[in-house]
C-alpha cells in the first residue's frame, strides 16, 4: 500500500483546493521537523514523477525553476531546498509537497496570462509549505480506499482500479480548509509584492480557474470540478490584500506578452501521441500498438497503464510495461509470487508477436481473484496485460477479458498513427479589429469561448494592433479533415 500511502500525501497541497467546507483539524505536519518533511516529499517526488512525467520542454522548465526560486527566497522559509518542476498534464492544477517540492501542469500554464499571475501561483504553493499546511480532512472514503486491504500481491493494480471506479485516475485530491487557502493566498500576495508584481494579478488566476471549470468547453476536467468549489469567491479578498500590500516596483509588474511568448507551441490538451480511445478501441501511436478493450467497460489512459473496468465494477482489465527479459520468463517470474497459482501456461505467440499467458487464481487476504495474464513482446518493448476479478463472477467476465487480451497487435495504419496534439501558438494582431473578426481571419471560430479563457477575455473585445494572443490551433486526429 506504500505507493497510495506516499499519493496521499502528494496530494495534500493543491492549489485549487479551495474549499469552502469549514474544517476543523491539526497541522499534523507540524508533527514533523523540518527533516522528516522534506524527507517525506523526496519520497513522494519519484511518484508524481511517474504519475504525470515531466514536460519535455528544458527552457520553459528553467524559466520555471528560475522564477520559482526568486518568489522563494522572499518566503519565510528561504533557506529551504526548493524544486519546480512542469508536469506533462493536460489537467489544469498547481500543488506541493511537504518540503518545498512544487509543481505546475502545462495545463494551467496555457490558462496563465503574464508572469505575476505565475508568480502568484508558485506564490500560493510557496505558501502551503512555508505555513506548513496539512491535511485537513480526509474523507471516509478515502480511509475506507486505504484500508482496503486487497493484499500485497495485486494491490498496485488494484490500487488504480479503485482510482478508477472513482472515476479518478489522478492522486486523490484533499481539500485545505478554508484558513488555509486564504493564508496561501496571502502569502502569495506578500511574495508577489515583495518581487514587485502587481499582487492582483493573482485574482485573476482564481477567477480564470472558476470559469475554466464551469464550462464544458476549455480543459476543465471531471476531477477539478469535483473536489474543488468554484474559487470565485476569493477574488474580493485577494483585491483587498492586493490593494494593501507592499509591492516594490512602481508600477508594479505584470509582464503578460514576454510570459506569453514562452508559451508558443506548448502542448494543450490531451496529447494523442501518448495513447487515446477511439470508443472501446486504444491506439497508441508513439508505441505503435493497438488493442480493444470489451465494448461497455469503463477505460482510462494514464501515464502508467491503460485500464478498463467492467459495468459491475468487478473485473478490470490493465495494460503496463513488464518487466523482464522476455514474455516467457516473465509469465513465470509473475506465476512464481507467493499466493499465485497459474494453470494453462501458453506461449503461443499473439497477432505474431511472441507471447506467453497463462491463467491464475490470486489468494489475497480477503479474497480469491481469478484473472488471466498475457505477456508479449513488440518493438522492443515487454507488456503485460492482466485481467482479473473477482471470483464469484469472474466466469461471466472471462471470455471478453480474453478476447481483449489477445486483441494486442501493431499499428501500422497512418491514420491512426499520424496524430498530433494541439499547441498553443502565440499570435500577434496585425491592426485594430475585433476578437470575432480575429478568430475568423485564424480560422479559430469554433474555439472562440477557449481562447476567451485563455486570454481573459470577454465578449467580442476590440483588439489592439500589436495585441498578442494565445490560440490553440494544430492537432490532428482520425477523422479529422
Ligand atoms: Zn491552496
Given amino acids: 500500500m506504500s505507493v497510495r500511502v506516499v499519493l496521499l500525501f502528494a496530494a495534500v497541497m493543491v492549489l485549487g483546493g479551495c474549499t469552502k467546507d469549514y474544517v476543523t483539524g491539526g497541522y499534523t505536519f507540524n508533527l514533523y521537523n523540518e527533516d522528516q518533511e522534506v524527507a517525506m516529499g523526496a519520497q513522494a517526488d519519484p511518484?508524481?514523477?511517474?504519475?504525470?512525467?515531466?514536460?519535455?520542454?528544458?527552457?520553459?522548465s528553467q524559466y520555471i525553476d528560475r522564477l520559482g526560486q526568486q518568489v522563494a527566497r522572499t518566503s519565510q522559509r528561504p533557506q529551504l531546498e526548493y524544486t519546480f518542476r512542469v508536469l506533462d498534464s493536460p489537467v489544469i492544477n498547481a500543488f506541493a509537497l511537504p518540503g518545498g517540492y512544487?509543481?505546475?501542469?502545462?495545463?494551467?500554464?496555457?490558462?496563465?496570462?503574464?508572469?505575476?499571475?505565475?508568480a502568484g501561483v508558485l506564490g500560493h504553493e510557496i505558501g502551503h509549505v512555508t505555513a506548513r499546511h496539512s491535511v485537513d480532512q480526509i474523507s471516509r472514503a478515502q480511509v475506507a480506499q486505504l484500508g482496503l486491504g486487497v493484499g500485497m500481491i495485486l494491490a498496485p493494480e488494484l490500487q488504480r482500479f479503485e482510482g478508477l471506479a472513482s472515476a479518478s485516475l489522478g492522486l486523490l485530491f484533499l481539500k485545505f480548509g478554508r484558513d488555509d487557502e486564504r493564508q496561501a493566498d496571502e502569502l502569495g500576495v506578500r511574495y508577489m509584492g515583495r518581487l514587485g508584481y502587481d499582487p492582483a494579478q493573482l485574482s485573476g488566476v482564481m477567477g480564470m480557474l472558476g470559469r475554466v471549470t464551469s464550462g464544458g468547453e476549455g480543459g476543465g476536467t471531471p476531477e477539478w470540478l469535483s473536489t474543488h468549489p468554484n474559487p470565485e469567491n476569493r477574488e474580493g479578498a485577494i483585491l483587498q490584500l492586493a490593494e494593501t500590500a507592499e509591492v516594490t516596483s512602481d508600477p508594479p509588474k505584470v509582464l503578460r506578452e514576454a510570459f506569453v511568448e514562452r508559451l508558443d507551441g506548448l502542448v494543450f490538451g490531451e496529447n494523442p501521441r501518448e495513447g487515446y480511445f477511439r470508443d472501446a478501441h486504444f491506439y497508441h501511436p508513439d508505441m505503435r500498438f493497438q488493442m480493444e478493450f470489451p465494448s461497455g467497460w469503463q477505460t482510462a489512459n494514464s501515464r502508467q497503464?491503460?485500464?478498463?473496468?467492467?459495468?459491475?465494477?468487478?473485473?478490470?482489465?490493465?495494460?503496463?510495461?513488464?518487466?523482464?527479459?522476455?514474455?516467457?520468463?516473465?509469465?513465470?517470474?509473475?506465476?512464481?509470487?507467493?499466493?499465485?497459482?497459474?494453470?494453462?501456461?501458453?506461449?503461443?505467440?499473439?497477432?505474431?508477436?511472441?507471447?506467453?499467458?497463462?491463467?491464475?487464481?490470486?489468494?489475497?487476504?480477503?479474497?480469491?481473484?481469478?484473472?488471466?495474464?498475457?505477456f508479449l513482446e513488440h518493438a522492443g518493448t515487454l507488456f503485460r496485460i492482466l485481467a482479473y476479478g473477482v471470483s464469484s463472477s469472474w466466469a461471466g467476465n472471462?471470455?471478453?477479458?480474453?478476447?481483449?487480451?489477445?486483441?494486442?497487435?501493431p499499428l501500422t495504419d497512418p491514420t491512426y498513427l499520424n496524430v498530433e496534439p494541439l499547441r498553443i501558438r502565440v499570435v500577434r494582431v496585425p491592426r485594430a479589429m475585433s476578437l470575432d473578426?480575429?478568430?475568423?481571419?485564424?480560422?479559430?471560430?469554433?474555439?472562440?469561448?477557449?481562447?476567451?479563457?485563455?486570454?481573459?477575455?470577454?465578449?467580442?473585445?476590440?483588439?489592439?494592433?500589436?495585441?498578442?494572443?494565445?490560440?490553440?490551433?494544430?492537432?490532428?486526429?482520425?477523422?479529422?479533415?
Fill in 47 to 60: 511518484a508524481i514523477v511517474a504519475q504525470y512525467g515531466l514536460y519535455p520542454d528544458e527552457e520553459l
Fill in 102 to 118: 512544487i509543481y505546475v501542469t502545462r495545463g494551467i500554464l496555457a490558462y496563465l496570462d503574464s508572469e505575476a499571475e505565475l
Fill in 305 to 374: 497503464a491503460v485500464q478498463g473496468l467492467s459495468p459491475q465494477e468487478d473485473a478490470v482489465l490493465a495494460l503496463t510495461l513488464g518487466e523482464g527479459t522476455g514474455a516467457g520468463a516473465a509469465l513465470r517470474s509473475f506465476l512464481a509470487q507467493d499466493g499465485i497459482q497459474g494453470a494453462g501456461l501458453s506461449e503461443a505467440s499473439v497477432n505474431g508477436l511472441p507471447a506467453a499467458a497463462a491463467d491464475f487464481r490470486a489468494l489475497t487476504e480477503d479474497q480469491v481473484l481469478d484473472g488471466r495474464v498475457l
Fill in 398 to 409: 472471462r471470455s471478453a477479458a480474453r478476447t481483449a487480451l489477445e486483441s494486442f497487435r
Fill in 437 to 481: 473578426g480575429f478568430l475568423a481571419q485564424e480560422g479559430a471560430q469554433d474555439r472562440g469561448e477557449e481562447v476567451r479563457l485563455l486570454n481573459r477575455l470577454e465578449g467580442n473585445p476590440r483588439l489592439q494592433a500589436g495585441q498578442v494572443l494565445k490560440i490553440p490551433t494544430g492537432g490532428r486526429l482520425p477523422g479529422d479533415h
